[in-house]
């Protein structure tokens, strides 16, 4: 490798470094739907609601309301984690920002 790249390496480290520390919110989609106000005003306790989705579908995995991966939900112990499975390919995340 030549200086020059070595040098621009160590910057991107350096950049990637200072972003390090930043916090983004993660969350775990199971499914959407639409409903009128009607029916949002008729849920009560034990109301379903069908979702978008088929069960075992994997989920979407979201970082700031972008979508980065799918995955799965797996117990640890007495609570929920997410196996993450395909990543979303970093262009195709950059189209949809």
């Not at 993660?26 to 639409?34: D, F, H, K, L, Y």
């Not at 797996?74 to 920002?97: H, K, L, Q, S």
């Amino acid at each position: 490798m030549s200086t020059e790249q070595d040098s621009a390496q160590e910057v991107n480290q350096s950049n990637l470094k200072a972003l390090e520390n930043i916090k983004v919110r993660m969350t775990v989609e199971v499914g959407r739907t639409e409903l009128t106000i009607k029916e949002l005003l008729r849920l009560n306790e034990g109301s379903v609601v069908e979702l978008d989705r088929l069960a075992g579908d994997p989920l979407d995995i979201l970082v700031n309301g972008t979508i980065i991966a799918k995955g799965e939900v797996v117990v640890i112990g007495e609570r929920f984690g997410i196996r993450f499975g395909e990543i979303v390919d970093p262009e195709e995340r950059m189209a949809n920002i």
